[in-house]
């Protein structure tokens, strides 16, 4: 089942951790509006851009999903109200750090986070969406004395 041209339901569901233990990992039907909306307004445009196809390394997460993986309570990829994804590439078409520049730069987002990597390249991209409200947060995530920090990017 495809839920917009390059997304599929199965990439949305997708988490080895969900499958290795046995946790459900099924959006309702207001959270998939909320991730079609995320696909259409962010993933497809940047899809477009880049010409070639794109990592979604997590997409959705179930709450009991979220906890196990020691996610953030307030985490955008299980909310009601949006949509996360953290996205890569994989397959060498832009990197990360270009993917990041065009959607601060070109599309509207809630937040955007430039996730660990170096200071010329993360090594993966967190972009959520929400229905209405869209904040345009930008931030860097990186880990200061073993612990996660995240500042504002600059």
């Given at each position: 089942?495809?839920?917009?041209?390059h997304?599929?339901?199965?990439?949305?569901?997708?988490?080895?951790?969900?499958?290795?233990?046995?946790?459900e990992?099924i959006?309702?039907?207001?959270?998939?509006?909320?991730?079609?909306?995320?696909?259409?307004?962010?993933?497809?445009?940047?899809?477009?851009?880049?010409g070639?196809?794109?990592?979604?390394?997590?997409?959705?997460?179930?709450?009991?999903?979220?906890?196990?993986?020691?996610?953030?309570?307030?985490?955008?990829?299980?909310?009601?109200?949006g949509?996360?994804?953290?996205?890569?590439?994989?397959?060498?078409?832009?990197s990360?750090?270009?993917?990041?520049e065009?959607?601060?730069?070109?599309?509207?987002?809630?937040?955007?986070?430039?996730?660990?990597?170096?200071?010329?390249?993360?090594?993966?991209?967190?972009?959520?969406?929400?229905?209405?409200?869209?904040?345009?947060?930008?931030?860097?995530?990186?880990k200061?004395?073993?612990?996660?920090v995240?500042?504002?990017?600059s």
């Amino acid at each position: 089942m495809k839920v917009t041209e390059h997304v599929s339901y199965k990439e949305v569901t997708k988490s080895n951790t969900a499958t290795r233990k046995g946790i459900e990992n099924i959006p309702s039907g207001e959270q998939m509006e909320n991730i079609k909306l995320l696909c259409e307004n962010v993933f497809e445009p940047l899809r477009n851009h880049v010409g070639g196809p794109i990592a979604i390394n997590s997409l959705f997460r179930s709450l009991k999903l979220n906890i196990a993986i020691g996610g953030a309570a307030s985490s955008q990829h299980c909310a009601n109200n949006g949509a996360a994804m953290d996205i890569d590439d994989t397959y060498g078409s832009m990197s990360n750090a270009d993917m990041f520049e065009f959607i601060k730069n070109s599309l509207d987002f809630d937040q955007l986070i430039w996730e660990f990597g170096t200071n010329k390249n993360p090594d993966w991209v967190h972009v959520s969406y929400k229905t209405r409200g869209n904040r345009k947060q930008i931030l860097k995530c990186s880990k200061v004395k073993g612990k996660t920090v995240y500042s504002i990017y600059s």
